[in-house]
C-alpha cells in the first residue's frame, strides 16, 4: 500500500508537529500526548478517505508511525525559531538551575557551550522520535477504528438466494 500513505502521514504530521509547538497550544501535548495521538488520527482518517474499501488496523498503524515521525521532523524544524528567538531567557533559566543545584564548573561549560546545545537538540528530536513513533501509531490505530468505512452485509456475504 506504500504510496497512498505518504499524503495522509506528511498531513498526520504537519497537524500534530505544528500544534506541539505553538506556544500554549503545546501544552495539550501534556494531556497524553493529545496533539501526537491527534496527528495520527488525522492521517488515518485522510487514508480512509482516500480508499474505497475499509482500511486495515494495520494501515491505520503504519500511516499514524509515519505521521509521528514526520511530525518528529516538524518540531525539529519549527522549533529552531523558537529556539534562536528565546536564547536569551532560556540562557538565564539554565543558569539560574545550575546556580540552585551547585553544578560542578567543568558540567556547567559544557551544559552552556555549544556543544552542549547540540547534545540537548539531538536529545529532544530523539525524544520526539520516539514519542511520535508510539503515541501517534496508537493515534492511527484509534482512526483506523473510528472511521473505518461500513461494508453493507450483502457485501460480505454476497447477494442473498431467494
Known amino acids: 500500500m506504500g504510496r497512498p500513505l505518504i499524503q495522509p502521514a506528511i498531513v498526520g504530521g504537519l497537524v500534530s508537529g505544528v500544534l506541539s509547538v505553538l506556544p500554549v497550544v503545546a501544552l495539550g501535548n501534556a494531556c497524553c ?6 496527528g495520527g488520527v488525522v492521517a488515518a ?8 474499501a475499509p482500511i486495515s488496523t494495520v494501515d491505520g498503524a503504519l500511516v499514524g508511525l509515519l505521521a509521528g515521525i514526520v511530525a518528529a521532523f516538524v518540531i525539529s524544524l519549527l522549533s529552531i ?4 528567538m528565546s536564547t536569551g531567557m532560556e540562557q538565564q533559566a539554565i543558569e539560574e538551575i545550575l546556580d540552585a543545584t551547585r553544578t560542578p564548573p567543568e ?14 537538540a539531538a536529545a529532544g528530536f530523539l525524544f520526539s522520535l520516539l514519542a511520535g513513533a508510539i503515541f501517534s501509531t496508537l493515534g492511527g490505530l484509534l482512526g483506523a477504528a473510528i ?3 461500513r461494508v453493507p452485509p450483502e457485501a460480505v456475504d454476497g447477494p442473498v438466494a431467494e
Open 33 to 38: 500526548c493529545l496533539w501526537v495521538v491527534s
Open 45 to 52: 482518517y485522510l487514508l480512509q478517505q482516500n480508499q474505497p
Open 81 to 84: 525559531p523558537a529556539f534562536v
Open 107 to 120: 558540567v556547567r561549560e559544557f551544559i552552556t557551550s555549544p556543544a552542549g546545545r547540540a547534545v540537548a
Open 147 to 149: 472511521f473505518r468505512k
